[in-house]
């Protein structure tokens, strides 16, 4: 990657144990395939100024997320540039990267997102680091007319550090004078849960009454609907193996139609699903339940109001206050991610407060998710291979990739043949012919 530049402008190419060498902002290299570097971009930036963007949908979210690099040095001849050293745009060190780090923006009600700012680093960040990030970006994102609601991040223990490390600093998050909402990507939250249960049974109370949900009903009833009945269409064994990273496959098996199936065959005569099974049914339509009300449009939806848009008088606060109360009293392998659903069933009880009290009747939960930043990365993973050795994603392919993406106007709109998120529909806010 290319250098990150000194205040002046001008290249710095030597490599420290950790030197800082600029305030955050990257200027871009001309006539490069790096054109956009890391750090948080003043290009793009500066872009974003100069475009005219309803009021509305200057509110936005900010999300940021990793994707996996192979450990990999290259030369690029015609910068004479060393890339795959840790880089953050204002700072390098010899550590060799393993893990690109991408910050984007995405509008709330407007039909955009817009990468702004990636670093290359050995995982995890620190957490002074991912601070100096947000806050550089919270400050630019002001300064280009846009209006920062909320953060996304998963729940990754150094995520939860760095967002306990800023409620410290001021009890709320207030960036450049404005308070954001940090969530926790309920996808990924569900992801946690799914693969829990996978792993072990998992406990939760009903009503008072404790119940105990298992993995295996699961696998059994999926064998008996492909004997019997092939009712769960969607379901294939990928979406029964013990571990997973499929968003949308888990949002399939966690879900009140194999939720339904469970109900209907568990304990009948002569069907090997025993009666318990009907307790895992439970769970399945509660997650179910819970992720409807965090994933809903702006398109109402009369048979599945949780699926629509949250309102004043809508369902959504009355399913998260009976969730928290689920949630407190469940027990499971790696428990931890229980306290944090309960952060992100309070942190979108916030964002209803706050976009009350800024005069909007109506929001989509689903502009609260990482699922935009992670069709990106599903993209720049099937253009690099990801299989053999010489194909895996590197800290040159990122940057190629990452800058090719802002070239072409559809790259926004593409999917990857396997996709682990459903589509976003959403567009670049920002193409290479705004930088030119």
């Not at 965090?294 to 702006?298: C, E, R, W």
């Not at 689920?326 to 009293?329: G, S």
């Not at 993973?381 to 299989?387: H, L, M, R, Y």
């Given at each position: 990657?290319?250098d990150?530049?000194?205040?002046?402008?001008?290249?710095?190419?030597?490599i420290?144990?950790?030197?800082?060498v600029s305030?955050?902002?990257t200027?871009?290299i001309l006539?490069?395939?790096?054109?956009?570097?890391?750090?948080v971009?003043?290009?793009?930036?500066?872009?974003i100024?100069?475009k005219?963007?309803?009021?509305?949908?200057r509110l936005?979210?900010?999300?940021f997320n990793?994707?996996?690099?192979?450990?990999h040095?290259d030369?690029?001849?015609k910068e004479d540039y060393?890339i795959?050293?840790?880089?953050t745009?204002w700072?390098r060190?010899k550590?060799?990267?393993?893990?690109?780090?991408?910050f984007?923006?995405?509008s709330?009600y407007g039909?955009w997102?817009?990468p702004v700012?990636?670093?290359?680093?050995?995982s995890?960040l620190n957490?002074?680091t991912?601070?100096?990030?947000?806050?550089t970006i919270a400050?630019?994102?002001k300064n280009?007319g846009?209006?920062?609601?909320a953060m996304?991040?998963?729940h990754?223990?150094?995520?939860?550090?760095t967002?306990?490390m800023?409620?410290?600093?001021?009890?709320?998050?207030?960036?450049?004078?404005?308070?954001?909402?940090?969530?926790?990507d309920?996808?990924s939250l569900l992801?946690?849960?799914r693969?829990?249960?996978?792993?072990?049974?998992?406990?939760?109370?009903k009503?008072?009454v404790?119940?105990?949900a298992?993995?295996?009903h699961?696998?059994?009833?999926?064998e008996i609907?492909r004997?019997?009945?092939n009712c769960?269409?969607?379901?294939?064994?990928s979406?029964?193996?013990?571990?997973?990273l499929?968003?949308?496959k888990c949002?399939q098996?966690?879900?009140?139609t194999f939720a339904g199936f469970?109900s209907?065959v568990?304990g009948?005569?002569?069907?090997?699903?025993p009666p318990?099974a009907t307790?895992t049914a439970e769970?399945l339509?509660?997650?179910?339940?819970?992720?409807d009300s965090?994933?809903?449009?702006?398109a109402?939806?009369?048979?599945?109001?949780?699926?629509?848009p949250?309102?004043?008088?809508s369902?959504?606060s009355?399913?998260?206050?009976?969730?928290?109360e689920?949630?407190?009293?469940m027990?499971?392998?790696?428990?931890s991610?229980f306290?944090?659903?309960?952060r992100?069933l309070d942190a979108f009880?916030?964002?209803?407060?706050?976009?009350?009290?800024?005069g909007?009747e109506?929001?989509?939960?689903r502009?609260?998710?990482?699922e935009?930043l992670?069709?990106?990365?599903?993209?720049i993973?099937?253009?690099?291979?990801?299989?053999p050795?010489?194909?895996?994603?590197?800290?040159?392919?990122?940057?190629?990739?990452?800058?090719?993406?802002l070239k072409?106007?559809?790259?926004?709109a593409?999917?990857a043949?396997?996709?682990i998120?459903?589509?976003?529909g959403?567009?670049?806010?920002?193409?290479?012919?705004?930088?030119s």
């Open positions: 990657m290319e990150a530049l000194d205040s002046d402008g001008t290249s710095n190419s030597s420290t144990d950790e030197e800082d305030p955050g902002l200027q871009p006539n490069s395939r790096h054109f956009i570097t890391p750090g971009s003043k290009l793009i930036f500066d872009a100024k100069k005219s963007i309803p009021l509305q949908e936005c979210v900010l999300l990793e994707i996996d690099l192979a450990l040095l030369y690029l001849t060393i795959g050293f840790e880089d745009g700072s060190n550590n060799v990267a393993d893990t690109a780090l991408v984007m923006l995405r709330i039909n997102k817009q700012a990636f670093a290359f680093h050995d995890p957490q002074k991912l601070v100096r990030f947000i806050k400050k630019e994102t280009a846009l209006n920062l609601i996304i991040c998963t990754a223990d150094h995520n939860v550090e967002v306990d800023l409620l410290e600093e001021s009890k709320s998050v207030v960036l450049e004078g404005q308070e954001v909402v940090p969530i926790f309920p996808s992801l946690s849960t693969n829990a249960l996978s792993e072990a049974p998992l406990t939760f109370k009503d008072g404790l119940k105990t298992k993995w295996e699961l696998v059994k009833a999926h609907d004997e019997l009945s769960l269409t969607k379901i294939t064994k979406h029964l193996a013990p571990d997973s499929s968003f949308t949002i098996t966690l879900s009140g469970l209907t568990a009948k005569t002569g069907a090997t699903l318990a307790e769970l339509f509660f997650l179910d339940r819970v992720f965090l994933n809903g449009t702006m109402e939806n009369a048979e599945k109001p949780l699926r629509g949250i309102r004043a008088t369902p959504h009355k399913i998260w206050s009976e969730a928290k689920t949630f407190k009293d027990d499971g392998k790696g428990g991610w306290g944090k659903w309960l992100t009880e916030a964002i209803k407060s706050k976009m009350l009290a800024l909007y109506a929001f989509p939960a502009s609260f998710h990482l935009p992670q069709n990106c990365f599903d993209l993973n099937e253009q690099a291979g990801n299989t050795m010489e194909n895996r994603l590197t800290c040159k392919k990122f940057s190629i990739f990452y800058n090719r993406a072409a106007k559809d790259m926004a593409c999917r043949t396997e996709p998120c459903e589509p976003d959403l567009k670049f806010l920002v193409t290479i012919e705004d930088l």
